[in-house]
Nanobody, 115 residues
Framework: QVQFVESGGGLVQPGESLRLSCAGSGFTFSAFVMEWYRQAPGKEREWVAAIISDGDQTMYADNVKGRFTISRDNAKNQVYLQMNNLKPEDTAVYYC????????WGQGTQVTVSS
């Protein structure tokens, strides 16, 4: 079955960096556009970034553009999110999923940005 396992979150100070990873299984990973989402406490889940199947094109939400970089390794069935210059407003649980045919949401990985 389709499954996503996110990792790499943690507690960091403003301005620091984190790299999130997401392992996908149960489907042909290389065939899908992959996305990162996040959900802050009391807020709706929001889209963060996307990367097309071969990795040649990426897209970002305006509030992370220039700070976050999405990438993927199809040989490892993984998608990554490099997050630089983190801000307190980036605090959220981060999830990955497929575009167009989403699978069940994973447990996510908590990112907390606080001084």
């Amino acid at each position: 079955q389709v499954q996503f396992v996110e990792s790499g979150g943690g507690l960091v100070q403003p301005g620091e960096s984190l790299r999130l990873s997401c392992a996908g299984s149960g489907f042909t990973f290389s065939a899908f556009v992959m996305e990162w989402y996040r959900q802050a406490p009391g807020k709706e889940r929001e889209w963060v970034a996307a990367i097309i199947s071969d990795g040649d094109q990426t897209m970002y939400a305006d509030n992370v553009k220039g700070r976050f970089t999405i990438s993927r390794d199809n040989a490892k069935n993984q998608v990554y999110l490099q997050m630089n210059n983190l801000k307190p407003e980036d605090t959220a649980v981060y999830y990955c999923n497929r575009r167009y045919v989403p699978g069940p949401w994973g447990q996510g990985t908590q990112v907390t940005v606080s001084s």
